[in-house]
T-cell receptor
């Protein structure tokens, strides 16, 4: 489809395992964002990519979290040694250009991560 | 740093009635955008309406309109003729180069 695609849609894993979440942005969108949404709460910014580089990683909660983007397209968010507090919905968004532009961010459906 | 505050955790409205969701924000920037997003149980974030800060005219999209008070840093959403499909979590968001979201307001629509 033409929208932002995230996979998997649901992920259940045991505490201590590593997980990898994938985001396919809209083709041609140079800016890509990852957000986290804990149950019943608003979105927390995690990281922003412009092309393949990440000028803002300020939202990553710990060094267990990392993300990369290749080919100015697909991005993966990796969480190592998962903890129960990592349980949340992880949302990815993309836009044609970053910040202050008229083009809004387009969101995927998110990955619901549950840590047992 | 920019902050967005939604002071109403939950609101209810009767079908066909009008409801207003509140949002205030704090920023030192003069040029920015404000958005309202709707998140139904499906989790997808749907853009409802957006407002450019430099425009004085309030944005309108069909049954959705905003009351943008730049000096007061207020950005409320009015939903007219509420429908059952409007039931969702609504997020107010500020945008510099990244979005800053409020905590959300759950809207329940009663038939």
């Amino acid at each position: 489809g033409a929208g932002v695609s995230q996979s998997p849609s649901n992920k259940v894993t045991e505490k201590g395992k590593d997980v990898e979440l994938r985001c396919d942005p809209i083709s041609g969108h140079t800016a890509l964002y990852w957000y986290r949404q804990r149950l019943g709460q608003g979105l927390e910014f995690l990281i922003y990519f412009q092309g393949n580089s990440a000028p803002d990683k300020s939202g990553l909660p710990s060094d267990r979290f990392s993300a990369e983007r290749t080919g100015e397209s697909v991005s993966t968010l990796t969480i190592q040694r998962t903890q129960q507090e990592d349980s949340a919905v992880y949302l990815c968004a993309s836009s044609r250009t970053p910040g202050g532009e008229t083009e809004p961010q387009h969101f995927g459906d998110g990955t619901r991560l549950s840590i047992l | 740093a920019q902050t967005v505050t939604q002071s109403q955790p939950e609101m209810s409205v009767q079908e066909a009635e009008t409801v207003t969701l509140s949002c205030t924000y704090d920023t030192s920037e003069s040029d920015y955008y404000l958005f309202w997003y709707k998140q139904p149980p499906s989790r997808q974030m749907i853009l409802v309406i957006r407002q450019e800060a430099y425009k004085q005219q309030n944005a309108t999209e069909n049954r959705f309109s905003v009351n943008f008070q730049k000096a007061a840093k207020s950005f409320s959403l009015k939903i007219s003729d509420s429908q059952l499909g409007d039931a969702a979590m609504y997020f107010c968001a500020y945008r510099g180069y990244k979005l800053v979201f409020g905590a959300g307001t759950i809207l329940r629509v009663k038939s």
